[in-house]
Antibody, heavy 120, light 106 residues
Framework: EVQLVESGGGLVQPGGSLRLSCAAS????????MGWVRQAPGKGLEWISYIGHDGVVTFYADSVRGRFTVSRDNVKDVMSLQMNSLRAEDTAVYYC?????????????WGQGTLVTVSS | IQMTQSPASLSASVGDTITITCRASQDIERYLAWYQQKPGKVPKLLIYSASTLYAGVPSRFSGSGSATEFTLTIAGLQPEDFATYYCQRYSSAPRTFGPGTKVDIK
């Protein structure tokens, strides 16, 4: 069974940092492209990051580029999102997502999400 | 590339057939997916490649379109279909979502 389990969310002050992790299991992690999607309270879905299967290629939404960094460890089957210079508007549930299969494909699996609250 | 959806919300009854439209600001070929999200739940993939039903999704859901205009149709709404629906382009980054369409009970 495919599982994606996020951790690392919490309350952080504006300007602070937080590191999210996504532990994957039930599939060959190193084969799949992964990413992060967030959803602010009461709002829609926002794609924020992509990482290729080998971690070489990454992409970011304009809203987080330069502040967030996605990475992965294909030995430990973990993807991470380092979030710096956090702002109030970064408050959201952050979902770890896995592509349907290789290439340009939608998100087949989603984690349960971890809540990040940026507030003083 | 911007993604828009219409309507933003709609009210319908069980058994109704509804259609949601998603438009892309540029040609995205058929790299379009639809997701369903219920309150407090994780989004679920319904349709990809504009019209391919994801495994296990009931056949009352269907998708069509290409290039810049796409539709999601639910034929014979069931109680469990009341939810918010999002389209998403996924051919390349940014994999933008539409703003969502909330379907509630009339």
């Amino acid at each position: 069974e495919v599982q994606l389990v996020e951790s690392g969310g919490g309350l952080v002050q504006p300007g602070g940092s937080l590191r999210l992790s996504c532990a994957a299991s039930g599939f060959s992690f190193s084969v799949y492209e992964m990413g992060w999607v967030r959803q602010a309270p009461g709002k829609g879905l926002e794609w924020i990051s992509y990482i290729g299967h080998d971690g070489v290629v990454t992409f970011y939404a304009d809203s987080v580029r330069g502040r967030f960094t996605v990475s992965r460890d294909n030995v430990k089957d973990v993807m991470s999102l380092q979030m710096n210079s956090l702002r109030a508007e970064d408050t959201a549930v952050y979902y770890c997502v896995r592509d349907l299969h290789g290439g340009a494909t939608p998100f087949e699996y989603w984690g349960q999400g971890t809540l990040v609250t940026v507030s003083s | 590339i911007q993604m828009t959806q219409s309507p933003a919300s709609l009210s319908a009854s069980v058994g109704d057939t509804i259609t949601i439209t998603c438009r892309a600001s540029q040609d995205i070929e058929r790299y379009l997916a639809w997701y369903q999200q219920k309150p407090g739940k994780v989004p679920k993939l319904l349709i990809y490649s504009a019209s391919t039903l994801y495994a296990g999704v009931p056949s009352r859901f269907s998708g069509s379109g290409s290039a810049t205009e796409f539709t999601l149709t639910i034929a014979g709404l069931q109680p469990e279909d009341f939810a918010t629906y999002y389209c998403q382009r996924y051919s390349s980054a940014p994999r933008t979502f539409g703003p969502g369409t909330k379907v509630d009970i009339k």
